[in-house]
């Protein structure tokens, strides 16, 4: 199991650059995150946008950047 694998308990917080486990502190940086992420690529979005994989992930990688270590989890 890898270190962001989520047990059966599903209040299990998953390690942060936050370094909290306190979930309210979790579930609104991942609001705020979402929040950023759509602020920024709404901007960009068109009638030719494609949500592809990749564009849907550099939807999360803008909304958890801040909260969780992405680098290695994002694929080509």
Known sequence: MSKYSVNQNENEILP??????????????EFEGFLY??????????????????????????AFQEVYSLQDNIGP
Do not use: M, P, R
């Open 16 to 29: 942060n650059l936050l370094n909290t486990k306190d979930k309210n502190v979790i579930e609104k940086a």
């Open 37 to 62: 992420a759509e602020l920024l690529l709404s901007k960009t979005l068109t009638s030719e946008t494609k949500f592809s994989i990749a564009y849907i992930q550099n939807i999360h990688l803008q």
